[in-house]
């Protein structure tokens, strides 16, 4: 089992949905989980990061961790067209190192 | 501008050609890492340094790669007679050592070995 796994998508929404973006992880012990977005042949850019369990959120975005679950999820809400990107979970792992999923590709419709 | 850079943008080499990227990372992160991405996936860790000290290589790193960081500041990653699966995007990331789960990353150097 892989230590992030994450549904490459692509999830096509109409602008103004709210988006629902999900991974799990396999190790219980994982305490900091992430989300970046990567818009095409850019860098991954940090949208959020979260500590333990419980929500976060940054004015249209909105992380969640349920760690009962091993489930994490990043909701956007009212969606806009420069949405469009791929967005990475990621968990920092026992030996400091960033594991990433694989990343869902977004596309928010006009 | 104060983010990671990475030059250059874009390298094209043929097979069997040596190449060197450069990444500048935040100024104030004595953390610098470097990862390799493939399209439709994550991107996987290779090696990373606190201040100038390489602490750490993944498995994915081969001896044709080598990574500097002589003073603490900028990092260089080598790749030595390059295969054509060395194509890749190559991403420098850093991040302060009290918040590794913090890591920015440049906008990488997209290899192309033909």
């Known amino acids: 089992q892989k230590e992030v796994e994450q549904d490459p998508g692509p999830l096509s929404v109409p602008e103004g949905a709210i988006v629902s973006l999900n991974c799990t992880y396999s190790n219980s012990a994982f305490q900091y989980f992430m989300w970046y977005r990567q818009y095409s042949r850019k860098g991954p850019e940090l949208l959020m990061y979260t500590y333990s369990s419980g929500n976060k959120e940054d004015g249209r975005f909105t992380a969640q961790v349920d760690k009962s679950s091993k489930y994490i999820s990043l909701f956007i809400r009212d969606s806009q067209p420069s949405d469009s990107a791929t967005y990475l979970c990621a968990t920092l792992n026992r030996d400091d190192k960033i594991i990433f999923g694989k990343g869902t590709r977004l596309h928010i419709l006009p | 501008d104060t983010g990671v850079s990475q030059n250059p943008r874009h390298k094209i080499t043929k097979r069997g050609q040596n190449v060197t990227f450069r990444c500048d990372p935040i100024?104030?992160?004595?953390?610098l890492y470097w990862y390799r991405q493939t399209l439709g996936q994550g991107p996987e860790f290779l090696t990373y340094?606190?201040?100038?000290?390489?602490?750490?290589k993944s498995r994915l790193l081969s001896d044709r790669f080598s990574a500097e960081r002589p003073k603490g500041s900028f990092s260089t990653l080598e790749i030595q007679r390059t295969e054509q699966g060395d194509s890749a995007m190559y991403l420098c990331?850093?991040?302060?050592?009290?918040?590794?789960?913090?890591?920015?990353f440049g906008p990488g150097t997209r290899l192309t070995v033909t």
């Open positions: 990331a850093s991040s302060a050592t009290a918040q590794t789960y913090e890591q920015y």
């Open positions: 100024s104030e992160h004595n953390r």
């Open positions: 340094f606190q201040n100038e000290a390489q602490l750490e």
